[in-house]
């Protein structure tokens, strides 16, 4: 039967890039997102080659086997047509798209994934990512080398290990069937919004129970505000809710909604002012499928990186610690060049050093016993000598010894 809910697609250049490669469709039961690569034109095509051909699968589905078999299809017969298209044109040599679909069929939702857009589920107050991230990072994160966290900065991020592209015409293609529910929120974006905004961002917004039109303008409005530096698609779905459409006019957005052979002028680039520096997006090329043998020259890559980093911190952290070590060393030196008068017991004293402590350690030494006896001085000199006596220098320190003598042989 028809999907009964509600959804939104909604597309972006973003603030650096010149023009959209990116393609997004919401329908009547197909829900899809193609993030193109390959030059300024490449993309533009691949991603609305996947996306025009995907849309002949917005229809009702018998069962969530049928659909998913025709998402294989459908995706295969794509990369059939990047390569014939290429044969036709070579100067878009290189071209390529990711692919996340969504079919709902009943109670299930049929998912296709290639690349690193996202296919992500929130229910019961708790945002899922359901699809994985086919990138090299992603390689590195499954395998405990990095954490997720670092794998948002790392220079290579934007490395793809399988691409619906032209050179492959047996793409390998993650499908899966789950089971879904009124009530859930499914989000397909581009890496623009989930390279730019964090999950838990992206929960707040899903969150707030606004209709799909008013959340994704919010995700938007968050990827743009943190700079945007790649085309942004939002494809928002919402199980049911309060709104329910049963029959929708299909939504195309980004590259796919240009009518084929209408040249669109691109944006020209901003100029760089004072006020505001240019920018540069992110990662150039975005996106590209390497060859076999340079995944392992990424790993060597990584592997030298890694060592780098841990050797910089070595020598970060013994150049932090010799500086501690040469201040607290000046710092004892200087102490040694101080003095004052004191009390040991029931003598006048003379301390080479400073009256503080740090902890168990001292910073004064016994210089040298004047000989004077502390019930020899009145009361109020004695208290006076017992808190300690500060002198400038040892030959004050001195003076003042003289001072106290001359003060025990007056006292009666």
Same mark, same amino acid.
């Given at each position: 039967?028809?999907?009964q809910?509600?959804?939104?697609?909604?597309?972006?250049?973003?603030? /650096?890039?010149?023009?959209?490669?990116?393609?997004?469709?919401?329908?009547?039961?197909?829900?899809a997102?193609?993030d193109?690569?390959?030059?300024?034109?490449?993309?533009?095509?691949?991603?609305?080659i996947?996306?025009?051909?995907?849309?002949?699968?917005d229809?009702?589905?018998?069962?969530? $086997?049928?659909a998913?078999?025709?998402?294989? #299809?459908?995706?295969?017969?794509?990369?059939?047509?990047?390569?014939e298209?290429?044969?036709?044109?070579?100067?878009l *040599?290189?071209?390529?798209?990711?692919?996340s &679909?969504?079919?709902?069929? #009943?109670?299930? @939702?049929?998912?296709?994934h290639?690349?690193?857009?996202?296919v992500?589920l929130?229910?019961?107050?708790t945002?899922?990512?359901?699809?994985t991230?086919?990138?090299?990072?992603q390689?590195?994160?499954?395998?405990?080398?990095?954490?997720?966290?670092?794998?948002?900065?790392?220079?290579?991020?934007?490395?793809?290990?399988?691409?619906?592209?032209d050179?492959?015409?047996?793409?390998?293609?993650?499908?899966?069937i789950? !089971?879904?529910q009124?009530?859930?929120?499914?989000?397909l974006?581009?890496d623009?919004?989930?390279?730019?905004v964090?999950?838990?961002?992206? @929960?707040? @917004?899903? %969150?707030?129970?606004? =209709?799909?039109?008013?959340?994704?303008?919010?995700? +938007?409005?968050q &990827?743009?505000d943190?700079? &945007?530096?790649?085309? /942004?698609?939002?494809v928002?779905v919402?199980?049911?809710?309060?709104? =329910?459409?049963?029959?929708?006019? !299909?939504?195309?957005?980004?590259?796919?909604?240009?009518?084929?052979?209408?040249? /669109? !002028?691109?944006?020209?680039?901003?100029? *760089?002012g004072?006020?505001? &520096?240019?920018?540069?997006?992110?990662?150039e090329?975005?996106?590209?499928?390497?060859?076999?043998?340079? +995944?392992?020259?990424l790993?060597?890559?990584?592997?030298?990186?890694?060592? %780098?980093?841990?050797?910089?911190?070595?020598?970060?952290?013994?150049?932090?610690l010799?500086?501690?070590?040469?201040?607290?060393? @000046?710092?004892?030196?200087?102490?040694?060049?101080?003095?004052?008068?004191?009390?040991d017991?029931?003598?006048?004293?003379v301390?080479?050093?400073?009256?503080?402590?740090?902890? !168990?350690?001292?910073? %004064?030494?016994?210089?040298?016993?004047?000989?004077?006896?502390?019930?020899?001085?009145?009361?109020?000199?004695?208290?006076?000598?017992?808190?300690?006596?500060?002198?400038? $220098?040892?030959?004050?320190?001195?003076?003042?010894?003289?001072?106290?003598?001359?003060?025990?042989?007056? %006292?009666?």
């Amino acid at each position: 039967m028809v999907f009964q809910g509600s959804s939104v697609a909604i597309s972006h250049t973003g603030k /650096v890039r010149s023009n959209n490669q990116d393609s997004g469709y919401a329908g009547s039961n197909l829900f899809a997102v193609a993030d193109g690569m390959g030059g300024h034109a490449g993309g533009d095509v691949a991603s609305s080659i996947a996306i025009n051909r995907l849309a002949a699968l917005d229809h009702a589905y018998e069962t969530p $086997s049928d659909a998913e078999r025709a998402l294989r #299809d459908a995706i295969a017969d794509t990369a059939s047509r990047l390569i014939e298209t290429v044969k036709a044109k070579p100067e878009l *040599a290189g071209l390529g798209t990711t692919v996340s &679909a969504l079919v709902m069929v #009943d109670d299930y @939702a049929v998912l296709a994934h290639i690349g690193d857009s996202r296919v992500y589920l929130y229910r019961d107050d708790t945002l899922t990512q359901i699809t994985t991230d086919h990138t090299f990072v992603q390689r590195l994160v499954d395998s405990g080398r990095i954490t997720p966290e670092e794998a948002r900065y790392h220079p290579r991020r934007s490395v793809l290990m399988r691409v619906l592209g032209d050179t492959d015409a047996d793409p390998e293609l993650d499908t899966f069937i789950m !089971p879904t529910q009124p009530g859930d929120r499914w989000l397909l974006c581009s890496d623009g919004l989930s390279g730019v905004v964090d999950d838990p961002h992206t @929960a707040k @917004a899903l %969150s707030q129970g606004l =209709p799909p039109g008013r959340t994704a303008d919010i995700l +938007l409005r968050q &990827a743009l505000d943190g700079g &945007a530096p790649d085309n /942004v698609t939002i494809v928002l779905v919402d199980v049911g809710g309060q709104h =329910p459409v049963f029959t929708g006019t !299909p939504t195309i957005v980004g590259s796919a909604s240009t009518p084929t052979g209408v040249e /669109v !002028p691109t944006a020209r680039p901003t100029r *760089a002012g004072w006020l505001h &520096a240019g920018r540069q997006a992110a990662n150039e090329p975005t996106h590209f499928e390497p060859a076999p043998e340079f +995944l392992e020259e990424l790993i060597e890559e990584d592997r030298r990186r890694a060592k %780098s980093r841990r050797l910089w911190w070595v020598v970060s952290l013994v150049v932090v610690l010799a500086a501690i070590g040469i201040g607290l060393f @000046a710092a004892y030196s200087w102490t040694q060049t101080r003095y004052f008068v004191g009390a040991d017991e029931d003598t006048v004293v003379v301390y080479r050093g400073i009256q503080q402590n740090i902890g !168990p350690i001292t910073l %004064s030494t016994r210089w040298a016993d004047t000989g004077i006896d502390l019930e020899d001085l009145p009361g109020f000199v004695r208290e006076s000598v017992e808190q300690t006596i500060t002198a400038d $220098s040892l030959d004050d320190a001195e003076r003042i010894v003289n001072q106290l003598r001359d003060t025990a042989e007056d %006292s009666p």
